[in-house]
């Protein structure tokens, strides 16, 4: 069944508010992530293990943060497309929140191993 031009219009413009929150989620991922890491570096020379605060502890939770919020609006994201059927042209904005993943998980990999 064809659509009108104007319910493809509303497809389209609900396909890109969705491609708009999942960037506003990006950045905020990105920003915790890259602050949490930036902490860690910074304080890495007196860091207390036994304090769970210490900022070594803080900049794990930003980082870890970051990368749960990115995953959790990654797939509301790809549910929210689901639940209208969206069919039409894919965005570049899923593999760049894949690519920010992965650099997260590389900063919390190195945190942990240094």
Request: glycine share 6%; hydrophobic share 50%.
């Amino acid at each position: 069944m064809a659509l009108d031009a104007s319910t493809g219009l509303a497809f389209e413009r609900t396909r890109l508010a969705y491609d708009r929150t999942l960037q506003a989620w990006i950045r905020t991922a990105v920003s915790l992530i890259s602050f949490g890491f930036s902490i860690n570096k910074f304080f890495e020379v007196e860091r207390t293990p036994d304090r769970f605060l210490a900022p070594y502890g803080i900049s794990f939770m930003m980082v870890g943060i970051g990368l749960i919020s990115l995953f959790l609006a990654t797939l509301e994201y790809r549910r929210n497309l689901r639940d209208i059927h969206y069919a039409g042209k894919r965005s570049i904005v899923l593999p760049i929140a894949t690519l920010i993943s992965l650099m997260g998980i590389l900063a919390l990999v190195s945190m942990v191993v240094h």
